[in-house]
Protein backbone atom coordinates (compact mmCIF):
# COMPACT_ATOMS: atom_id res chain seq x y z
CA UNK A 1 0.00 0.00 0.00
CA UNK A 2 2.71 2.73 -0.99
CA UNK A 3 0.63 4.09 -3.50
CA UNK A 4 -1.87 6.14 -1.94
CA UNK A 5 -1.93 5.63 1.61
CA UNK A 6 -5.00 6.15 4.03
CA UNK A 7 -5.79 9.37 5.60
CA UNK A 8 -4.93 7.62 8.84
CA UNK A 9 -1.71 6.00 7.82
CA UNK A 10 -0.84 9.23 7.10
CA UNK A 11 -1.16 10.78 10.12
CA UNK A 12 0.08 8.24 12.21
CA UNK A 13 3.10 8.49 9.83
CA UNK A 14 4.04 12.22 10.60
CA UNK A 15 2.62 11.62 14.22
CA UNK A 16 5.65 9.12 14.64
CA UNK A 17 8.23 11.46 13.24
CA UNK A 18 6.58 14.67 15.17
CA UNK A 19 6.94 12.66 18.51
CA UNK A 20 10.63 11.95 17.76
CA UNK A 21 11.17 15.47 17.11
CA UNK A 22 9.37 16.62 20.50
CA UNK A 23 11.78 13.70 22.38
CA UNK A 24 14.48 15.54 21.11
CA UNK A 25 13.37 18.92 22.15
CA UNK A 26 12.37 17.28 25.99
CA UNK A 27 16.16 15.96 26.28
CA UNK A 28 17.77 19.22 24.78
CA UNK A 29 15.73 21.15 27.55
CA UNK A 30 17.20 19.23 30.25
CA UNK A 31 20.31 19.39 28.86
CA UNK A 32 19.90 23.55 28.65
CA UNK A 33 19.53 22.76 32.68
CA UNK A 34 17.48 25.95 32.23
CA UNK A 35 13.81 23.79 33.09
CA UNK A 36 11.64 27.07 33.73
CA UNK A 37 8.75 25.20 35.65
CA UNK A 38 5.46 26.70 36.31
CA UNK A 39 3.07 25.63 38.44
CA UNK A 40 -0.14 24.80 37.12
CA UNK A 41 -3.74 24.53 39.10
CA UNK A 42 -3.73 21.40 40.82
CA UNK A 43 -1.34 19.55 43.20
CA UNK A 44 2.15 18.24 41.67
CA UNK A 45 0.66 19.82 37.96
CA UNK A 46 3.86 21.54 36.93
CA UNK A 47 4.26 22.86 33.47
CA UNK A 48 7.98 23.03 31.94
CA UNK A 49 9.59 25.05 28.69
CA UNK A 50 10.00 21.41 27.58
CA UNK A 51 6.27 20.72 27.96
CA UNK A 52 5.65 24.07 25.95
CA UNK A 53 7.93 23.65 23.45
CA UNK A 54 6.85 19.89 22.49
CA UNK A 55 3.27 21.06 22.28
CA UNK A 56 4.04 24.39 20.22
CA UNK A 57 6.00 22.11 17.79
CA UNK A 58 3.50 18.52 17.70
CA UNK A 59 0.50 20.76 17.34
CA UNK A 60 2.27 23.05 14.51
CA UNK A 61 3.55 20.03 13.06
CA UNK A 62 1.04 18.21 12.69
CA UNK A 63 -2.03 21.55 11.67
CA UNK A 64 0.57 21.99 9.17
CA UNK A 65 0.43 18.93 7.30
CA UNK A 66 -2.97 17.95 8.04
CA UNK A 67 -5.15 21.65 8.34
CA UNK A 68 -8.33 20.01 9.23
CA UNK A 69 -7.39 17.73 12.13
CA UNK A 70 -8.91 19.35 15.12
CA UNK A 71 -6.37 18.79 17.45
CA UNK A 72 -6.24 19.04 21.49
CA UNK A 73 -3.06 19.80 23.21
CA UNK A 74 -2.40 19.57 27.66
CA UNK A 75 -0.90 23.08 27.75
CA UNK A 76 -2.80 26.39 27.90
CA UNK A 77 -0.26 27.99 25.53
CA UNK A 78 -0.40 31.83 23.85
CA UNK A 79 -1.70 31.50 20.31
CA UNK A 80 1.52 32.53 18.01
CA UNK A 81 3.08 31.17 15.70
CA UNK A 82 5.36 28.05 16.33
CA UNK A 83 9.47 28.86 15.26
CA UNK A 84 10.19 27.20 11.69
CA UNK A 85 13.21 25.09 13.94
CA UNK A 86 10.21 23.56 15.80
CA UNK A 87 8.53 22.09 12.86
CA UNK A 88 8.88 18.46 11.57
CA UNK A 89 7.79 17.52 8.29
CA UNK A 90 9.12 14.07 8.26
CA UNK A 91 6.80 10.75 8.04
CA UNK A 92 7.81 7.36 9.07
CA UNK A 93 8.76 5.56 5.75
CA UNK A 94 7.79 1.83 7.08
CA UNK A 95 4.48 3.26 8.62
CA UNK A 96 3.12 4.75 5.48
CA UNK A 97 4.36 1.11 3.61
CA UNK A 98 1.60 -0.66 5.70
CA UNK A 99 -2.07 -1.77 5.15
CA UNK A 100 -4.70 0.61 7.05
CA UNK A 101 -7.11 -1.39 8.91
CA UNK A 102 -10.37 -1.71 6.43
CA UNK A 103 -12.79 -0.22 8.66
CA UNK A 104 -10.40 3.01 8.74
CA UNK A 105 -9.48 3.22 5.14
CA UNK A 106 -12.18 5.93 4.18
CA UNK A 107 -11.83 8.50 7.13
CA UNK A 108 -11.39 11.95 6.57
CA UNK A 109 -8.64 13.96 7.85
CA UNK A 110 -11.63 16.34 9.58
CA UNK A 111 -13.05 13.17 10.85
CA UNK A 112 -10.08 12.87 13.37
CA UNK A 113 -9.23 14.17 16.84
CA UNK A 114 -5.65 14.31 17.60
CA UNK A 115 -5.14 14.31 21.90
CA UNK A 116 -1.68 15.69 22.43
CA UNK A 117 0.27 15.00 25.94
CA UNK A 118 3.56 16.60 24.99
CA UNK A 119 5.30 15.23 28.09
CA UNK A 120 3.77 13.24 30.20
CA UNK A 121 5.59 12.65 33.53
CA UNK A 122 6.54 16.07 34.06
CA UNK A 123 7.02 16.02 37.80
CA UNK A 124 9.15 12.95 37.22
CA UNK A 125 10.83 14.84 34.69
CA UNK A 126 11.92 17.70 37.01
CA UNK A 127 13.04 15.29 39.31
CA UNK A 128 15.46 13.07 37.16
CA UNK A 129 13.26 10.28 36.97
CA UNK A 130 13.57 10.28 33.51
CA UNK A 131 12.31 6.63 32.33
CA UNK A 132 8.92 8.05 33.37
CA UNK A 133 8.57 10.37 31.06
CA UNK A 134 6.77 9.68 27.38
CA UNK A 135 5.63 12.28 24.58
CA UNK A 136 2.12 10.99 24.01
CA UNK A 137 -0.02 11.17 20.83
CA UNK A 138 -3.77 10.14 20.42
CA UNK A 139 -5.98 10.00 17.52
CA UNK A 140 -9.43 9.20 18.29
CA UNK A 141 -12.16 8.35 15.52
CA UNK A 142 -16.31 8.42 16.31
CA UNK A 143 -15.26 8.60 19.98
CA UNK A 144 -12.77 5.81 19.47
CA UNK A 145 -8.83 5.75 20.15
CA UNK A 146 -7.45 4.36 16.93
CA UNK A 147 -4.06 4.55 16.85
CA UNK A 148 -1.44 5.78 19.20
CA UNK A 149 2.32 6.71 19.81
CA UNK A 150 4.13 6.76 22.19
CA UNK A 151 8.02 8.74 22.78
CA UNK A 152 10.21 7.38 25.47
CA UNK A 153 12.63 10.55 25.37
CA UNK A 154 15.35 8.79 27.94
CA UNK A 155 14.75 5.19 27.18
CA UNK A 156 18.11 3.23 27.76
CA UNK A 157 19.60 6.39 29.60
CA UNK A 158 21.31 4.47 31.84
CA UNK A 159 23.44 2.93 30.22
CA UNK A 160 24.77 6.18 29.58
CA UNK A 161 24.82 5.67 25.47
CA UNK A 162 23.13 9.20 23.72
CA UNK A 163 23.46 7.19 20.45
CA UNK A 164 20.84 4.87 21.49
CA UNK A 165 18.72 7.29 23.53
CA UNK A 166 14.70 7.29 23.31
CA UNK A 167 12.23 4.80 21.42
CA UNK A 168 8.77 5.09 19.85
CA UNK A 169 6.26 2.76 20.29
CA UNK A 170 2.63 2.96 17.84
CA UNK A 171 0.15 0.73 17.19
CA UNK A 172 -3.81 0.47 15.79
CA UNK A 173 -6.29 -1.67 16.79
CA UNK A 174 -6.73 -4.18 14.05
CA UNK A 175 -3.65 -3.59 12.25
CA UNK A 176 -0.90 -4.15 15.49
CA UNK A 177 1.36 -2.80 18.03
CA UNK A 178 5.00 -2.08 16.82
CA UNK A 179 8.34 -0.50 18.22
CA UNK A 180 8.69 -3.06 21.53
CA UNK A 181 8.24 -6.75 22.00
CA UNK A 182 5.34 -7.66 24.00
CA UNK A 183 5.63 -9.32 26.96
CA UNK A 184 3.33 -10.69 29.44
CA UNK A 185 4.08 -11.21 33.34
CA UNK A 186 4.99 -14.53 34.24
CA UNK A 187 2.62 -16.84 36.19
CA UNK A 188 -0.28 -15.52 37.92
CA UNK A 189 1.19 -12.92 39.27
CA UNK A 190 -0.51 -9.57 39.73
CA UNK A 191 1.65 -7.00 39.72
CA UNK A 192 -0.52 -3.76 40.25
CA UNK A 193 1.34 -0.24 38.75
CA UNK A 194 -0.23 2.59 40.09
CA UNK A 195 0.98 6.44 40.91
CA UNK A 196 3.81 7.84 42.95
CA UNK A 197 2.28 11.54 43.33
CA UNK A 198 -0.85 11.76 42.96
CA UNK A 199 -2.37 9.11 45.62
CA UNK A 200 -4.75 9.16 48.08
CA UNK A 201 -6.48 6.97 50.52
CA UNK A 202 -8.98 5.73 47.88
CA UNK A 203 -6.51 4.93 45.43
CA UNK A 204 -4.45 2.79 48.02
CA UNK A 205 -7.68 1.15 49.25
CA UNK A 206 -8.41 0.08 45.79
CA UNK A 207 -5.07 -0.83 44.60
CA UNK A 208 -4.98 -3.17 48.40
CA UNK A 209 -8.47 -4.59 46.96
CA UNK A 210 -7.17 -5.95 44.25
CA UNK A 211 -4.82 -8.52 46.18
CA UNK A 212 -1.71 -7.83 44.43
CA UNK A 213 1.63 -9.75 44.74
CA UNK A 214 3.49 -6.94 44.03
CA UNK A 215 2.79 -2.90 43.80
CA UNK A 216 5.04 -0.49 41.36
CA UNK A 217 4.48 3.61 42.12
CA UNK A 218 5.66 5.42 39.12
CA UNK A 219 5.21 8.55 37.10
CA UNK A 220 3.23 8.72 33.41
CA UNK A 221 0.54 7.38 32.41
CA UNK A 222 2.31 6.33 29.04
CA UNK A 223 4.81 4.84 31.11
CA UNK A 224 2.64 2.50 32.96
CA UNK A 225 1.19 1.02 29.39
CA UNK A 226 4.56 0.70 28.79
CA UNK A 227 4.74 -1.69 31.72
CA UNK A 228 1.88 -3.40 30.78
CA UNK A 229 2.48 -4.49 27.38
CA UNK A 230 6.34 -5.33 28.27
CA UNK A 231 5.37 -7.41 30.86
CA UNK A 232 6.01 -5.29 33.83
CA UNK A 233 2.79 -5.03 35.14
CA UNK A 234 -0.14 -6.57 34.77
CA UNK A 235 -2.68 -3.98 35.47
CA UNK A 236 -2.88 0.05 36.03
CA UNK A 237 -4.94 0.90 38.65
CA UNK A 238 -5.85 4.82 39.22
CA UNK A 239 -8.69 4.99 41.45
CA UNK A 240 -9.33 9.18 41.15
CA UNK A 241 -9.60 11.71 38.74
CA UNK A 242 -6.80 13.39 37.63
CA UNK A 243 -5.89 11.40 34.24
CA UNK A 244 -6.92 13.48 31.03
CA UNK A 245 -7.68 12.38 27.44
CA UNK A 246 -4.49 13.10 26.34
CA UNK A 247 -2.92 10.98 28.81
CA UNK A 248 -5.31 7.89 27.55
CA UNK A 249 -6.12 8.23 23.93
CA UNK A 250 -2.51 7.36 22.85
CA UNK A 251 -1.54 4.72 25.43
CA UNK A 252 -5.04 2.82 25.19
CA UNK A 253 -5.02 2.57 21.58
CA UNK A 254 -1.43 0.62 21.93
CA UNK A 255 -2.77 -1.47 24.64
CA UNK A 256 -6.09 -2.14 22.63
CA UNK A 257 -4.07 -2.94 19.78
CA UNK A 258 -2.85 -5.49 21.53
CA UNK A 259 -5.71 -7.19 22.92
CA UNK A 260 -5.38 -4.82 26.27
CA UNK A 261 -8.14 -3.03 27.68
CA UNK A 262 -8.29 0.81 29.30
CA UNK A 263 -11.63 1.83 30.99
CA UNK A 264 -13.14 3.92 34.00
CA UNK A 265 -12.85 2.16 37.14
CA UNK A 266 -16.55 0.60 36.48
CA UNK A 267 -15.02 -0.64 33.38
CA UNK A 268 -16.87 1.73 31.33
CA UNK A 269 -14.77 3.16 27.57
CA UNK A 270 -14.03 6.62 27.83
CA UNK A 271 -15.07 8.50 24.62
CA UNK A 272 -12.61 10.80 22.86
CA UNK A 273 -15.23 13.23 20.84
CA UNK A 274 -14.07 16.87 20.51
CA UNK A 275 -16.18 18.24 22.85
CA UNK A 276 -15.83 15.44 25.58
CA UNK A 277 -14.51 16.94 29.20
CA UNK A 278 -11.01 16.19 29.38
CA UNK A 279 -11.13 14.62 33.30
CA UNK A 280 -11.00 10.98 33.40
CA UNK A 281 -13.34 11.58 36.29
CA UNK A 282 -13.83 7.98 37.50
CA UNK A 283 -10.53 6.98 37.04
CA UNK A 284 -8.32 4.49 34.97
CA UNK A 285 -8.23 0.77 34.94
CA UNK A 286 -6.31 -0.82 32.55
CA UNK A 287 -5.04 -4.71 31.68
CA UNK A 288 -3.24 -6.47 29.05
CA UNK A 289 -5.27 -9.95 30.35
CA UNK A 290 -8.47 -10.21 33.11
CA UNK A 291 -9.79 -7.07 32.88
CA UNK A 292 -12.59 -8.22 34.41
CA UNK A 293 -11.27 -9.52 37.74
CA UNK A 294 -10.00 -6.09 38.54
CA UNK A 295 -12.49 -4.59 37.99
CA UNK A 296 -14.85 -6.94 39.74
CA UNK A 297 -12.34 -6.03 43.38
CA UNK A 298 -13.13 -2.54 42.68
CA UNK A 299 -14.82 -1.83 46.30
CA UNK A 300 -18.44 -0.38 46.53
CA UNK A 301 -16.79 2.82 48.37
CA UNK A 302 -14.54 3.61 45.21
CA UNK A 303 -17.39 3.22 42.54
CA UNK A 304 -19.36 5.65 44.93
CA UNK A 305 -16.67 8.43 44.77
CA UNK A 306 -16.06 7.82 41.40
CA UNK A 307 -19.09 8.67 38.76
CA UNK A 308 -18.77 7.74 34.93
CA UNK A 309 -19.21 10.09 32.59
P1 LIG B 1 0.64 9.82 37.60
O1 LIG B 1 0.33 8.36 37.54
O2 LIG B 1 0.37 10.41 38.94
O3 LIG B 1 1.97 10.15 37.06
O4 LIG B 1 -0.44 10.50 36.65
C1 LIG B 1 -0.57 10.19 35.29
C2 LIG B 1 -1.00 11.42 34.52
O5 LIG B 1 -2.18 11.97 35.09
C3 LIG B 1 0.04 12.55 34.56
O6 LIG B 1 -0.06 13.28 33.39
C4 LIG B 1 -0.42 13.39 35.72
O7 LIG B 1 -0.02 14.71 35.58
C5 LIG B 1 -1.95 13.27 35.61
N1 LIG B 1 -2.56 13.35 36.94
C6 LIG B 1 -2.95 12.33 37.72
N2 LIG B 1 -3.46 12.79 38.89
C7 LIG B 1 -3.38 14.13 38.83
C8 LIG B 1 -3.76 15.19 39.71
N3 LIG B 1 -4.32 14.94 40.90
N4 LIG B 1 -3.53 16.45 39.31
C9 LIG B 1 -2.97 16.71 38.10
N5 LIG B 1 -2.60 15.76 37.22
C10 LIG B 1 -2.80 14.50 37.58
MG1 LIG C 1 0.20 13.44 31.35
MG1 LIG D 1 1.87 16.43 30.23
Redesign the pocket.
Given at each position: MSGNPAVVMRVVASAYAVAEKAGSIVRSVLRSGELGIVQKT????LQTLADRLAQQSICASLSRRFPKLTIIGEEDLPDEEAKEDLIEDGQAEDILQKTCPVQYSDVKEEELVVWV?PL?????YTEGLLDNVTVLIGIAYKGKAIAGVINQPFYNYQLGAEADLGRTLWGIPGLGAFGFQLQEVPGERRIIT?????SNKIVTDCVDAMEPHEVIRV???GN?IVQLVEGKASAYV?A?????KW?TCGPEAILRAVGGELTDMHGNAYSYHANVKHMNSAGVLATLHNHQYYASRVPQSVLQALTSD
Amino acid sequence: MSGNPAVVMRVVASAYAVAEKAGSIVRSVLRSGELGIVQKTGVNDLQTLADRLAQQSICASLSRRFPKLTIIGEEDLPDEEAKEDLIEDGQAEDILQKTCPVQYSDVKEEELVVWVDPLDGTKEYTEGLLDNVTVLIGIAYKGKAIAGVINQPFYNYQLGAEADLGRTLWGIPGLGAFGFQLQEVPGERRIITTTRSHSNKIVTDCVDAMEPHEVIRVGGAGNKIVQLVEGKASAYVFASPGCKKWDTCGPEAILRAVGGELTDMHGNAYSYHANVKHMNSAGVLATLHNHQYYASRVPQSVLQALTSD
